[in-house]
């Protein structure tokens, strides 16, 4: 998998994103579960020395976000580890949208734009948006063109 640098504001040393990683990994596996590739991340970010890379649940939220956007799609059912467990659910990239780097690298900026702004400058930039009459949404959208882009290809 390729290593890059990402400057993303909060975002770390770590050279990749969680999203790139999920990306990387279904485009050398073909196909993966969920729990596949979290684990496949946790032990990289393992090997990293970081400690914590969050939960299951936060990593499974991350592929609905990516499903959503119709980044990586629902391929197969397979059995699971556990009769009484649902069945693992498997997945691979959309190949027409592996190459939107910006939305795999923040799915949550495309789906909900006003999140771009983070908890700190929210409440400034709804005051602004109130001023010019649009939603914070489309401040968000007016000021980051890349979001209007990857939501027009991805959420038409």
Same mark, same amino acid.
């Given at each position: 998998? &390729?290593?890059?640098?990402? !400057?993303?504001?909060?975002?770390?040393?770590?050279?990749?994103?969680? %999203?790139?990683?999920?990306?990387?990994?279904?485009?050398?596996? %073909?196909e993966?579960?969920?729990?596949?590739?979290?684990?496949?991340?946790? *032990? *990289?970010? #393992?090997?990293? %020395? +970081?400690?914590?890379? %969050?939960?299951?649940? !936060?990593?499974?939220?991350?592929?609905?976000?990516?499903?959503?956007?119709?980044?990586?799609?629902?391929? *197969?059912?397979?059995?699971s !580890?556990?009769?009484?467990?649902?069945?693992?659910?498997?997945? &691979?990239?959309?190949?027409?949208?592996?190459?939107?780097?910006? &939305?795999?690298?923040?799915?949550? +900026?495309?789906?909900?734009? &006003?999140?771009?702004?983070?908890?700190?400058?929210?409440? #400034? #930039?709804?005051?602004?948006?109130?001023k010019?009459?649009?939603?914070?949404?489309?401040?968000?959208?007016?000021?980051?063109?890349?979001?209007?882009?990857?939501?027009?290809?991805?959420?038409?």
């Open positions: 998998m &390729a290593e890059r640098r990402v !400057s993303k504001g909060w975002r770390t040393w770590i050279p990749f994103t969680t %999203g790139s990683f999920i990306r990387d990994y279904l485009l050398e596996k %073909g993966a579960c969920v729990y596949e590739v979290w684990d496949a991340f946790r *032990r *990289r970010l #393992k090997e990293m %020395g +970081v400690e914590w890379w %969050g939960s299951y649940d !936060s990593f499974r939220r991350y592929f609905y976000m990516l499903a959503r956007l119709n980044l990586i799609r629902f391929v *197969r059912e397979g059995p !580890s556990r009769p009484w467990l649902h069945p693992k659910r498997y997945y &691979a990239v959309v190949p027409e949208n592996a190459d939107l780097i910006e &939305a795999w690298n923040a799915p949550q +900026v495309v789906l909900y734009p &006003a999140t771009v702004y983070g908890k700190r400058r929210y409440r #400034k #930039k709804l005051e602004e948006a109130s010019l009459g649009v939603s914070v949404e489309e401040l968000a959208i007016m000021e980051h063109p890349w979001i209007a882009e990857a939501r027009r290809r991805l959420l038409a």
